[in-house]
């Protein structure tokens, strides 16, 4: 089970997260014994304007005001969201909170992540706190060494992981994710293997792949087209839509941190587009 055996999903809205939460709980139940813990970043309270209906009690004739934040409100209403929520996800699933009073906070994500075999996390565009679930992400997929699944927003009471493909160019980063991915590619009900070839790239080809998973005991399809460096986003996703796939299994940047920064990747790309989640190392 490996990866799968101890999964991590990281909120920051119980409302917007909710396809985390789905996602959790369907692995769960898909792999028994696995365990599933939530950590939720929640913004630090701010004492700077009281809510409307303050909290009051009288004691002694005398009446006391307890003033409240819109944040702690905030916070307070989420926690109790999350953990309603996470009575049906089932068995124990603890909460852990972080307080956010900035976006450095993100930088926990990363180290947060060590210590647990699969990451979940939500898309990071497209939702409120963008800037913010950027940073996590960037974290996570930098900074811990383990993989993670990101689940776009309207990814909502869906299967995940039935058919899955595989996004081969024969890099490290590739190779890294197939071998954190097999739990959930030994029980997909379909596997697909598909390169692009692209002028000047080395490694491994798309059939030197399909082989070794069939020695692995994996039955897979595999196929190779031959494409531009620019095409790699939209045959990638054409793929995935005539295969059926719900997952996408991938190698995050290939490049150092700031030069994807600056001259942005094929992960990026589909970091901000992709329809279905990706399963994502480096």
Same mark, same amino acid.
């Given at each position: 089970?490996?990866?799968?055996?101890?999964?991590?999903?990281? @909120? #920051?809205? *119980?409302?917007?997260?909710?396809? @985390?939460?789905?996602? *959790?709980?369907?692995?769960?139940?898909? !792999?028994?014994?696995?365990?599933?813990?939530?950590?939720? !970043?929640?913004?630090?309270?701010?004492?700077?304007?009281?809510?409307?209906?303050?909290?009051?009690?009288?004691?002694?004739?005398?009446? !006391? #005001?307890?003033?409240?934040?819109?944040?702690?409100?905030? *916070?307070?209403?989420?926690?109790?969201?999350?953990?309603?929520?996470?009575?049906?996800?089932?068995?124990?699933?603890?909460?852990?909170?972080?307080?956010?009073?900035?976006?450095?906070?993100?930088?926990?994500?990363?180290?947060?992540?060590?210590?647990?075999?699969?990451?979940?996390?939500?898309?990071?565009?497209?939702?409120?706190?963008?800037? !913010?679930?950027? *940073?996590?992400?960037?974290?996570?997929?930098?900074?811990?060494?383990?993989?993670?699944?990101?689940?776009?927003?309207?990814?909502?009471?869906?299967?995940?992981?039935?058919? #899955?493909?595989?996004?081969?160019?024969?890099?490290?980063?590739?190779?890294?994710?197939?071998?954190?991915?097999?739990?959930?590619?030994?029980?997909?009900?379909?596997?697909? #293997?598909?390169?692009?070839?692209?002028?000047?790239?080395?490694?491994?080809?798309?059939?030197?792949?399909?082989?070794?998973?069939?020695?692995?005991?994996?039955?897979?399809?595999?196929?190779?087209?031959?494409?531009?460096?620019?095409?790699?986003?939209?045959?990638?996703?054409?793929?995935?839509?005539?295969?059926?796939?719900?997952?996408?299994?991938?190698?995050?940047?290939?490049?150092?941190?700031?030069?994807?920064?600056?001259?942005?990747?094929?992960?990026?790309?589909?970091?901000?587009?992709?329809?279905?989640?990706?399963?994502?190392?480096?």
């Amino acid at each position: 089970m490996m990866c799968v055996r101890d999964m991590l999903a990281m @909120v #920051v809205s *119980a409302t917007d997260d909710e396809p @985390v939460l789905e996602t *959790a709980q369907q692995l769960r139940t898909r !792999f028994e014994g696995a365990h599933v813990s939530v950590l939720a !970043f929640l913004q630090k309270p701010q004492v700077k304007s009281r809510i409307e209906m303050p909290d009051a009690a009288v004691m002694g004739g005398v009446a !006391f #005001v307890r003033e409240r934040t819109q944040a702690q409100s905030g *916070a307070l209403e989420e926690s109790i969201l999350l953990s309603r929520r996470l009575e049906r996800i089932g068995g124990r699933t603890p909460l852990r909170r972080i307080e956010i009073a900035s976006g450095a906070e993100a930088d926990l994500a990363g180290l947060e992540a060590r210590c647990a075999g699969l990451t979940l996390m939500m898309r990071p565009t497209g939702l409120a706190n963008e800037p !913010f679930r950027r *940073a996590m992400f960037e974290s996570v997929l930098y900074e811990s060494g383990r993989p993670l699944i990101l689940t776009p927003p309207e990814w909502r009471n869906k299967p995940l992981g039935r058919v #899955v493909l595989i996004a081969w160019d024969g890099s490290r980063e590739a190779a890294r994710a197939v071998a954190d991915a097999q739990p959930l590619l030994a029980e997909a009900e379909a596997v697909h #293997v598909f390169s692009i070839h692209v002028a000047g790239r080395n490694g491994p080809s798309g059939m030197a792949l399909g082989a070794h998973l069939r020695r692995s005991g994996l039955r897979c399809h595999q196929r190779t087209i031959t494409g531009a460096r620019h095409e790699i986003e939209s045959l990638l996703l054409g793929e995935c839509a005539a295969v059926g796939a719900d997952l996408l299994v991938m190698g995050g940047y290939g490049h150092a941190r700031l030069h994807e920064l600056l001259f942005g990747g094929v992960t990026r790309s589909l970091v901000r587009a992709s329809p279905i989640p990706l399963f994502i190392s480096r």
